[in-house]
């Protein structure tokens, strides 16, 4: 076990779990997070893996700080999504969120850019059936697309390696910087998958229409693995600085207006991820410390901010905010679940946003970057409102829409608890996630400063939300599809694409028509010649033919001679 690269647990897993069914399959998944993470555990911290292909060497196993931090992460994450998932007789489901995890191992455990580039791949390919898995028109079409986008990145992806094998004949993941254009090829593709600005509907567009299971696991992992690859080979970037805060901050006028629950969330994991950007912009270690630190977190709490919606999907058939509330009567363990999510993505005191978040915006300060802060700090305030109180407000605690249901199965409590409890721990007693992270950690986030200024930031955004709905100034959700950006591909390409056809059918109708007139006409002259009265379908006697084979050979003779 202690020679087996990570992904391969997974992958084998896989296997076994399309052959197994019941309770055999639901052993078999469980074990695999499991068997994973002690495989982890007794790896050497000198072992190394790869394969010679091409004159170049493929390794698909490094390991340091950042990849076993991210490799346990990926383990926890895994194990809390299968047994959310365990109430499910779905093994497409089963196999793909078991394949997808394995993908995402071993991207992070990927010591060279090709490698990282197949794993790039699979992420797309294994992910994509947990959107199919709906099994709705609209899934269907969400899944197209964000395939499509996906597979976009990975091809943008593999011009950049390929353009940084051509100028260097490096082929090493590790820090490369932007310095031609290979490396923004490669930048833009991470940025693709971490939903830079511009580039990040496919995220909004897609989760939401995922299964209920399926939306906790593409949570998990594609945008986590943006965030190491960035970190592992463009820290220090100051232009991710802006593109990060600028992701901190637009998310939430959206997500404000937004009516779908799911959606909203999707929307508030690009708000997190703008400030783990930030973090890795900076690039001191502080920074990246708190980057990769609050990457861990979020997993957790958006894993459960997900999970409770699911349950809520699962139970109700619905995600629509407008359709909800008043469910605390009937599911009030999920809304205790929720409410911890949502406490700890608002970073209170006490919970796992605080300690990490908190690091990000102190280095932004430190290395003079007073503009970010503030933006940060106006993006600490919105997340409050659209995930901290939104969420579990219309779903639970507004007006009461008479809907009454049974509360989520056990084993999605199970999984919401376990997250919750990881959520608590870490924001209580952060010094074992300290402990992890890329560089040692000089920080301490329970002063009074920290506290204060997060409380106050807490209570007044509160007090902003409350005076809103008193004085009905709060937007109201709308009730249709809220598209942003996407418009140039939802809207303007498909009308864009039928104007073209009618205006150019008539001229393509023409060109047709010319070219069948042409080759008609081609074909009657050869049949004149060919056809079975035609001079080459003649009779040639024997002796007339062997009299003109001896005389271009007696002219071939002549050519030659003179």
Request: charged letters at 10%; aromatic letters at 14%; glycine letters at 8%.
């Amino acid at each position: 076990m202690s020679s087996m690269t990570p992904f391969l647990v997974f992958f084998l897993g896989a296997i076994l779990v399309a052959l197994t069914k019941g309770r055999l399959q639901s052993m078999v998944l469980l074990a695999i997070p499991v068997v994973g993470a002690l495989n982890l555990y007794y790896l050497p911290a000198d072992m190394t893996g790869g394969t010679m292909m091409f004159s170049y060497t493929l390794s698909w196993l490094r390991i340091d700080k950042l990849s076993i931090l991210f490799g346990y992460l990926f383990h926890l994450a895994a194990f809390i999504g299968i047994i959310f998932s365990l109430n499910l007789r779905d093994t497409t489901q089963h196999v793909s969120g078991v394949l997808y995890a394995g993908s995402a191992l071993g991207a992070v455990f990927a010591g060279d850019l090709i490698t990282l580039f197949v794993f790039w791949e699979l992420l797309a390919v294994t992910s994509v059936f947990l959107i199919l898995a709906r099994r709705t028109e609209k899934s269907q079409q969400a899944a197209m697309r964000y395939l499509i986008i996906q597979i976009t990145s990975g091809l943008i992806l593999l011009a950049g390696v390929l353009l940084r094998v051509h100028e260097t004949g490096s082929i090493a993941f590790g820090h490369i910087g932007l310095s031609g254009l290979s490396s923004w090829l490669i930048f833009i593709a991470f940025g693709i998958k971490c939903a830079f600005p511009f580039l990040h509907n496919w995220l909004t567009d897609a989760y939401p229409e995922a299964t209920p299971s399926g939306t906790v696991f593409l949570s998990s992992f594609t945008t986590k693995v943006a965030v190491f690859s960035l970190a592992r080979c463009f820290a220090g970037e100051e232009i991710l600085i802006y593109i990060g805060a600028v992701m901190a901050m637009f998310p939430i006028y959206f997500a404000v207006i937004e009516n779908d629950l799911r959606r909203v969330l999707a929307y508030s994991l690009i708000n997190q991820i703008g400030f783990m950007v930030v973090g890795i912009g900076i690039g001191t270690a502080l920074a990246v410390n708190g980057a990769v630190a609050h990457a861990f977190n979020d997993v957790v709490f958006k894993g459960l901010l997900m999970m409770s919606m699911g349950a809520v999907l699962y139970r109700t058939g619905t995600m629509k905010g407008s359709e909800l509330g008043g469910l605390y009567k009937s599911m009030p363990k999920t809304a205790t679940f929720c409410i911890v999510g949502a406490a700890s993505i608002s970073a209170f005191p006490l919970f796992s946003g605080f300690v990490s978040k908190s690091m990000v915006m102190v280095a932004a300060l430190d290395e003079g970057y007073p503009i970010v802060w503030l933006a940060l700090l106006f993006a600490s305030a919105g997340v409050f409102h659209h995930a901290g109180i939104k969420i579990p407000f219309f779903a639970f605690f507004a007006h009461d829409s008479g809907i009454r249901v049974k509360e989520a199965p056990r084993n999605m409590l199970i999984a919401m608890g376990l997250a919750a409890v990881i959520c608590i721990f870490n924001g209580s007693y952060p010094w074992v996630l300290y402990s992890m992270l890329p560089f040692p950690v000089d920080y301490a986030p329970y002063t009074m400063a920290h506290v204060l200024t997060q409380s106050q930031l807490l209570f007044f955004s509160a007090l902003a939300f409350c005076m809103l709905k008193l004085y009905n100034l709060y937007p109201p959700e709308l009730r249709g599809i809220n598209i942003d950006v996407e418009w140039a591909y939802r809207w303007l390409l498909p009308r864009a694409t039928k104007g073209f056809v009618t205006l150019f059918a008539p001229i393509d109708q023409a060109c047709r028509a010319l070219a069948v007139r042409r080759i008609e006409v081609l074909i009657a002259r050869l049949y004149r010649h060919h056809g079975p009265h035609g001079v080459l379908a003649k009779s040639w006697p024997t002796g007339s033919t062997a009299l003109w084979v001896a005389i271009v050979l007696g002219g071939l003779l002549l050519v030659y001679y003179f």
